[in-house]
C-alpha cells in the first residue's frame, strides 16, 4: 500500500509538474500569437472620427437652441428646426474637418433633468461619406470661462456600417476637449475615457493610460496612451511625445515593441 501511495504521489508531482509547463508553455504561446494590426487600430479609432465630425456643429446648434422656428448655421450646409424638447439637424453635403461629404438628419433631445448643458443626439441612417451611423451619442457640454475651450462629455452606443457591410460598434464613455488657438494649426483637441469597440463581431476593450492629443495642423494623434484587451491580453498603443508622425509604438505583453502606422 506504502508503495502505491507513494507511486501516486510521485504521478500527481508530476502530472502537477507537466500541467505547469504545458500552462506556462501555452501562456507564452498565447503571448507570442496575439498582434495588434494596423486594420484593428484604424478600426478602434474610426467610431471617434466619424461621429466626432458632427460634435462642433450640434454644439453650435444647441447653443442656439433659444431661437424658435428654423436656425441657418455660419455654415449654410446645415440647419436647425427647434422646439422645446430639442431640434432636429440636417445636413446636406456638407464638408466638416476635411471629411468626405456628411449627409442626413440628426434628432436631438434635451436632457430637461440636468441642471449641465447636455443634450442626446440619435442616428438614424446618417452618412458620413460613405459610412452609415445609427444609435445614440450624448452629450454633457462645458466651456472655461474666456471661452478658449470646450469641453464634451460623450456616452456612445453606436454602429458604423462600412460600404462593404462590415460593421464596428462602440459603447462607452469619453471626453472630448477642443482649444482653440489664433489659428486652425494651433487649435489642439484631447481625448480620455474607456469604451468598448466590437469589429464584426471580435470585442476590444479601450483604456487610456494618458490623455490622447493632437492638434489640426497635424493629420494623426501625436501624445499619449491606450491600452487595448484583446483576447484576454492587453497592449499598450504609445502615440508618442507631441512630434507630427504617422507612427504609434505597439508594446505587447511579453515585451515586444512593434511600430503601427496611422496612415489609412
Given at each position: 500500500?506504502?508503495?502505491?501511495?507513494?507511486?501516486?504521489?510521485?504521478?500527481?508531482?508530476?502530472?502537477?509538474?507537466?500541467?505547469?509547463?504545458?500552462?506556462?508553455?501555452?501562456?507564452?504561446?498565447?503571448?507570442?500569437?496575439?498582434?495588434?494590426?494596423?486594420?484593428?487600430?484604424?478600426?478602434?479609432?474610426?467610431?471617434?472620427?466619424?461621429s466626432?465630425?458632427?460634435?462642433?456643429?450640434?454644439?453650435e446648434?444647441?447653443?442656439n437652441?433659444?431661437?424658435?422656428?428654423?436656425?441657418?448655421?455660419?455654415?449654410?450646409?446645415?440647419?436647425?428646426?427647434?422646439?422645446?424638447?430639442?431640434?432636429?439637424?440636417?445636413?446636406?453635403?456638407?464638408?466638416?474637418?476635411?471629411?468626405e461629404?456628411?449627409?442626413?438628419?440628426?434628432?436631438?433631445?434635451?436632457?430637461?433633468?440636468?441642471?449641465?448643458?447636455?443634450?442626446?443626439?440619435?442616428?438614424?441612417?446618417?452618412?458620413?461619406?460613405?459610412i452609415?451611423?445609427?444609435?445614440?451619442?450624448?452629450?454633457v457640454?462645458?466651456?472655461?470661462?474666456?471661452?478658449?475651450?470646450?469641453?464634451?462629455?460623450?456616452?456612445?452606443?453606436?454602429?458604423?456600417?462600412?460600404?462593404?457591410?462590415?460593421?464596428?460598434?462602440?459603447n462607452?464613455?469619453?471626453?472630448?476637449?477642443?482649444?482653440?488657438?489664433?489659428?486652425?494649426?494651433?487649435?489642439?483637441?484631447?481625448?480620455?475615457?474607456?469604451?468598448?469597440?466590437?469589429?464584426?463581431?471580435?470585442?476590444?476593450?479601450?483604456?487610456?493610460?494618458?490623455?490622447?492629443?493632437?492638434?489640426?495642423a497635424?493629420?494623426?494623434?501625436n501624445?499619449?496612451s491606450?491600452?487595448?484587451?484583446k483576447?484576454?491580453?492587453?497592449?499598450?498603443?504609445?502615440?508618442?511625445?507631441?512630434?507630427?508622425?504617422?507612427?504609434?509604438t505597439?508594446?505587447?505583453?511579453?515585451?515586444?515593441?512593434?511600430?503601427?502606422?496611422?496612415?489609412?
Open positions: 500500500m506504502k508503495i502505491v501511495t507513494h507511486t501516486f504521489k510521485k504521478l500527481c508531482f508530476l502530472a502537477t509538474g507537466l500541467f505547469l509547463v504545458y500552462s506556462c508553455s501555452n501562456d507564452a504561446e498565447k503571448d507570442e500569437d496575439v498582434e495588434l494590426t494596423q486594420t484593428e487600430l484604424h478600426a478602434i479609432l474610426e467610431t471617434e472620427d466619424v466626432g465630425v458632427v460634435d462642433t456643429a450640434l454644439y446648434l444647441f447653443m437652441s433659444g431661437a424658435t422656428g428654423k436656425f441657418n448655421s455660419s455654415n449654410e450646409c446645415y440647419s436647425a428646426i427647434y422646439s422645446d424638447s430639442g431640434y432636429t439637424a440636417t445636413f446636406n453635403n456638407c464638408v466638416l474637418n476635411g471629411t461629404n456628411v449627409n442626413g438628419t440628426l434628432t436631438v433631445s434635451y436632457n430637461l433633468e440636468s441642471e449641465a448643458s447636455s443634450f442626446t443626439a440619435m442616428y438614424t441612417d446618417f452618412y458620413v461619406g460613405s452609415k451611423i445609427n444609435g445614440t451619442k450624448s452629450y457640454v462645458t466651456a472655461n470661462s474666456n471661452n478658449s475651450s470646450i469641453s464634451f462629455e460623450t456616452t456612445s452606443n453606436l454602429t458604423l456600417t462600412m460600404e462593404e457591410g462590415s460593421t464596428i460598434s462602440e462607452g464613455t469619453k471626453s472630448f476637449t477642443l482649444t482653440f488657438g489664433d489659428s486652425l494649426e494651433t487649435t489642439t483637441f484631447s481625448i480620455d475615457g474607456d469604451w468598448v469597440v466590437d469589429i464584426d463581431g471580435s470585442t476590444y476593450t479601450v483604456a487610456v493610460n494618458s490623455v490622447l492629443e493632437g492638434n489640426f497635424c493629420s494623426y494623434l501624445v499619449g491606450m491600452t487595448v484587451a483576447n484576454g491580453l492587453s497592449i499598450i498603443v504609445d502615440f508618442g511625445d507631441g512630434t507630427c508622425d504617422d507612427i504609434a505597439v508594446i505587447y505583453p511579453n515585451g515586444k515593441v512593434e511600430e503601427i502606422s496611422l496612415r489609412d
